[in-house]
Each structure stands twice: as C-alpha cells, then as structure tokens.
C-alpha cells in the first residue's frame, strides 16, 4: 500500500521534469533557428549592396570582351606568345586613352609602335561596336588582370570617331 501510494506520489513529479526537460530543449533548438535565419538575412542583403558597388563596365565589358577579344588575348588577359600580346599592364592599354581606342577600332592597322613580325596574328578593328560597347570593353581592360586606369566613356568614344571618322 505504502509502495502504491509512493509511486502515485512521484509520477506526476517524474512527468512534471520530463515536460520541464522537453520544454526547454525546444524552446533552446527554436532559438537557434530564429539565430540562423538572422544570419542569412544578413547574407541576403549584403550581398546585392557588393555588386551594385561595382561599376557596370566591367560587367559590361567582360560581356563584349568574351564573346569578341577573348579567343586571342585569352581570358586573362595574358594572350599568346608569338601570337597576341598580352594586355597586362602596358603602355597601350594603361596610357592615353585614345591610342588605345585607335588600337580597337583599327586593329593591327593602328600605329602600334612596335615590329609588326613580333605577333603572327592580325587584329581586325572593332569600328563596327557601338560607342557604349567600345567603352566598356576598354575600361574593362583597363581594369582587369591587376590593370588599374581611368575607365573610357561613350562619349570619350563618339569624341575620337568623329575626329578620325570612323
Ligand atoms: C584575332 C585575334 C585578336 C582578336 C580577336 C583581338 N585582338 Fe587585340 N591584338 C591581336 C594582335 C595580333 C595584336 C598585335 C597587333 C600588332 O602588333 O600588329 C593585338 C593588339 C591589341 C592591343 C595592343 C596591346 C599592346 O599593349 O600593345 C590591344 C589593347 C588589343 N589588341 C585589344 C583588343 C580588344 C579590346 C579586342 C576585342 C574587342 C581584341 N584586341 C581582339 C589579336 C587580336
């Protein structure tokens, strides 16, 4: 009888601990999900503010450069021995912003200042690229493979054509 009456005694109480125990481990595993999910908010909004710092032509112009230079001057700007310069940091791409846009608009016809047998390959000009094209593939060169140059505008572009009309 005592013995009955005992384990009436302390199965509430058992109960009571058990309920105790399984409400805190939840409310515990709940407060971890509300943690995680603040760390991707973070994530998602820190994001977007990277790229919009970015200046678009370099988006831009890495578009233009893959689908028409990059076949010769490779995706590092590093180009072909024998065949293509490389565009890492000379004098043509970094310096005046018009010998460079002569250089892609007239191709291996512009005044390149060097022994013509040094590259087998003839570059074509690139007039037939609008003004906003031009520019942003010009600034993207300026400003990939560690080149660092002020970016050329469109209107820097339209600026050059009509002084050589072309
Ligand atoms: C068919 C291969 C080919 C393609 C495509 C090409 N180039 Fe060239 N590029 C050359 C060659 C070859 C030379 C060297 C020409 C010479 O010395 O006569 C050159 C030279 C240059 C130079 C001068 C490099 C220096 O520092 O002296 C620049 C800048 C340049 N290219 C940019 C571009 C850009 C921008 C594009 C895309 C719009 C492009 N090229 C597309 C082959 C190419």
Excluded: W
């Amino acid at each position: 009888m005592a013995n009955i009456r005992l384990l009436k005694d302390t199965i509430p109480g058992f109960l009571l601990v058990l309920t105790t125990i399984f409400l805190l481990n939840s409310c515990n595993s709940s407060g971890k999900k509300k943690e995680a999910s603040k760390n991707t908010e973070i994530q998602n909004v820190s994001k977007p503010v990277t790229k919009a710092e970015l200046p678009p032509y370099l988006s831009e112009g890495k578009k233009v450069y893959r689908q028409v230079c990059l076949t010769c001057h490779q995706a590092n700007g590093g180009g072909v021995p024998g065949l293509n310069p490389p565009l890492i940091k000379t004098d043509n791409v970094l310096g005046d912003k018009n010998t460079l846009l002569e250089i892609i608009i007239k191709g291996s016809e512009a005044d390149l200042a060097r022994d013509k047998s040094e590259y087998a390959n003839v570059m074509q000009g690139y007039g037939m690229l609008g003004d906003e094209d031009i520019a942003n593939v010009a600034s993207y060169i300026r400003n990939s493979f560690g080149n660092k140059a002020e970016p050329i505008t469109a209107s820097e572009v339209a600026a050059f054509r009509s002084a050589i009309k072309k």
